[in-house]
């Protein structure tokens, strides 16, 4: 009886999932021969037609059916093999824990983990959700490695001494609004439109900074106050009022909701920085360079 081989087991499951010999060959970079030739040794070993040929391409039979659903499971750990052997060359295989303020966990943040994980698959990242005093006090404490903290003219001074930090995105605020608003479709709204709007804003432990209304008006209409995003998003999107939201949450935005810019010479605009001891570990000058690399990424999106 012939052999199974991975290179047969992947030709199987090209060929079931695409329903073509021609188009398994393009997916792998085959020749179509090499790819028939494959399937008739996988036949040869199973003992039994794997597909079965009809009009509008082939077909997989209950043998290959079964193979195929086999095949992926054993490609998957080959896989994890490749990536497991891969975190050893890397030489990379400590522990990092980070943590965000909620507008940098939305984009910016999961993106750095996705980097990480790719370049350095053996590194061990925990990540955490909390305000910008909050993982200071955690940074001090060594309970975490990295802080993402958010800094600007209307928030805390927050005191830095001791610690390394890094500017990400040096960005500006957006306004959330339903998709239905008035201001939807326009580009800029001048501050002096926003005057009479209703207002969805955060709220949270006291002394903890929280988006409120545009940071410039005086006296502004609160409509409901919540603690998570997605509540705040979904106040937005069923018209109880406009938001307040960072430009690199942007998106993050759901379906219901757009965002619009401000025009306010009064307004000098946030930035998120990343906080760390002034002694960076192999893993958290990682960690630093793909924060680094995906916020700017986001400076260059459109």
């Keep these: 009886m012939a052999d199974f081989t991975l290179t047969g ?16 060959a393009d997916a792998l970079g085959y020749t179509q021969s090499a790819v028939s030739r ?22 997989p039979s209950p043998a ?28 990379l295989a400590g522990r990092v824990a980070i943590a965000a303020f909620s507008s940098a966990a939305a ?23 909390a305000s910008s ?5 955690q940074l001090r404490a060594h309970r975490i490695d990295v802080a993402v903290i958010g800094v600007g003219p209307d928030l805390p001074a927050y005191q830095l001494e001791g610690l390394r930090h890094d500017l990400l995105l040096d ?12 201001f939807a479709g326009r580009g800029t709204i001048p501050v002096a439109e926003l005057r009479d709007e209703p207002w969805i804003v955060g709220k949270g432990l006291r ?7 545009w940071p410039t008006l005086d006296h502004p209409r609160i409509a409901y106050a919540a603690r998570e995003w997605p509540t705040r998003f979904g106040l937005v999107a ?27 010479p009064a307004w000098f605009g946030r930035a998120a920085v990343a906080v760390t001891a002034r002694d960076r570990s192999p893993e958290v000058t990682a960690t630093m360079a793909a924060l680094r690399h995906e916020a700017a990424q986001l400076r260059a999106a459109p």
């Design 9 to 24: 087991l992947r030709v199987v499951q090209a060929v079931a999932d695409t329903g073509s010999f021609t188009a398994a």
């Design 38 to 59: 494959q399937v008739a040794a996988m036949e040869a070993a199973a003992g039994a037609p794997l597909f079965v040929r009809g009009a509008r391409g082939v077909a």
């Design 64 to 91: 290959g059916v079964m193979l195929a659903r086999r095949a992926a499971t054993v490609l998957s750990e080959i896989d994890a093999v490749s990536t497991d052997l891969a975190g050893l060359e890397d030489h």
């Design 107 to 129: 984009v910016l943040v999961p993106r750095a983990l996705a980097r990480l994980r790719n370049d350095h698959p053996g590194l061990i990242v925990e990540f955490g959700e």
């Design 133 to 137: 005093p909050t993982q200071l006090r």
């Design 171 to 182: 960005g500006g605020l957006l306004l959330a609004v339903p998709a239905n608003h008035r």
């Design 207 to 213: 002394g903890d900074p929280q988006f409120g209304a």
């Design 238 to 264: 069923t018209a109880l009022g406009i938001a307040v939201l960072p430009e690199l949450a942007a998106a993050a935005v759901p379906t219901g909701v757009r965002t619009v810019r401000v025009d306010d």
